[in-house]
């Protein structure tokens, strides 16, 4: 609703400032043409009325023809007249204005997409509106190419962080992938030794058990020789 009211006093606005619109310039060359005509009209007429009478041209096709031309000849030149100032002002103060606008725009399209380039109206007229709406269009477009732009630019720039940020997360993910590897390494090597110290400490048992076993065995012998009475000494 706001947009279209502030686009509709626009309007209004640079309406309001039209000193030549195309009806009105249409309505003054009607207007000059005409006046021009019954000033020219008559002087023309008598000239080319003398000149087809002095000369016969048109004696060979009859007097009906004649007498047809002369009377309807004022109205030919008079209308022959205003036709002629009609189109010349139309084509001068009408179609003119439109090209220039048409070889902006061409401009436009050949500048390689350059929106920063605005469309000139030299005319107080409907091309000046014409230009108004599309500088206006063109600049919507441009706003919203740069909105698209510093998007595109925002996206640009996360998209590096996060591969910035995977880079080190692989990083990481390596350091603690090299530290479990050494960890499981560092249990391997205590699991060995483990190993290897069961082995000795059950190597160890042994013989401390083969030492109480022969202990025990010299302990009996001692007993067993304890038990015979004393002699003396031999023969």
């Known amino acids: 609703m706001d947009n279209n009211s502030g686009l509709s006093l626009s309007r209004k606005d640079i309406s309001g400032k039209l000193k030549m619109s195309f009806e009105r310039k249409m309505g003054i060359s009607v207007i000059i043409a005409t006046l021009i005509s019954l000033f020219l009209g008559a002087p ?7 000149y087809i009478i002095e000369t016969g041209v048109l004696n060979v096709f009859g007097d009906f023809v004649v007498n047809l031309i002369n009377t309807y000849l004022a109205i030919l030149v008079n209308l022959i007249i205003v036709v002629s100032i009609v189109v010349f002002t139309t084509r001068r103060y009408i179609v003119k204005p439109i090209m220039d606008v048409v070889e902006n725009i061409k401009d436009l399209s050949e ?3 350059d929106l920063t380039q605005r469309l000139k109206a030299k ?3 409907e091309s000046q509106l014409l230009a108004f709406y599309l500088n206006k269009f063109i600049d919507d477009i441009h706003q919203i190419v740069k909105l698209v732009m510093e998007s595109a630019k925002q996206v640009s720039e996360r998209s590096q962080e996060l591969s910035l940020n995977s880079t080190e997360a692989g990083k990481a993910s390596e350091e603690i992938a090299r530290g479990i590897q ?3 390494e560092g249990s391997t090597y205590q699991v060995e030794n483990i ?3 069961k082995q000795e400490i059950d190597a160890l048992s042994k013989n401390i058990d083969t030492l109480i076993k022969g202990t025990g065995e010299a302990e009996r012998s001692s007993s067993f020789y304890g038990s015979f009475p004393s002699c003396g000494p031999c023969p």
Do not use: F, H
């Not at 023309?44 to 003398?50: H, N, Y």
């Open 44 to 50: 023309v007429t008598a000239v080319l009325k003398q």
């Open 123 to 125: 005319y107080s007229d």
């Open 182 to 184: 050494e960890i499981a």
């Open 111 to 113: 500048g390689s997409g």
């Open 195 to 197: 190993n290897r110290l």
